[in-house]
């Protein structure tokens, strides 16, 4: 059996207003067991996605950890290191920021 979602179809019958004549539709129901593998792949998607959560937090200590190695070797640079290591820290922050929505779209989103 596949992994994706099964449907299960039931003829309906929609009344429309007297001008038109009832039409025989479909409509879809999702079985119990899709429900459970969807709600399944929701949360694997979503901790797949913030595995870049990690990445950023490495990714900052690295940056912070470059600017004291940079503060030990050329202190008559701290301002423009500084100014560096900022907009390093918000670049990785902005990356781990992004994998969190995307978990959380994943999650309630769909």
Do not use: H
């Amino acid at each position: 059996m596949y992994a994706c979602a099964k449907f299960v179809t039931s003829p309906a019958v929609t009344l429309l207003p007297v001008s038109q004549s009832a039409v025989l539709s479909r409509s879809f129901q999702t079985s119990a067991v899709s429900r459970d593998i969807d709600t399944a792949a929701k949360f694997i998607g979503a901790g797949a996605a913030t595995v870049g959560v990690a990445g950023s937090g490495a990714g900052i200590g690295t940056v912070f950890g470059s600017l004291i190695i940079g503060y030990a070797r050329n202190p008559s640079l701290k301002q423009q290191l500084f100014s560096y290591a900022i907009l390093g820290f918000a670049l990785s922050e902005a990356m781990g920021l992004f994998c969190l929505m995307v978990a959380f779209l994943i999650l309630f989103a769909m």
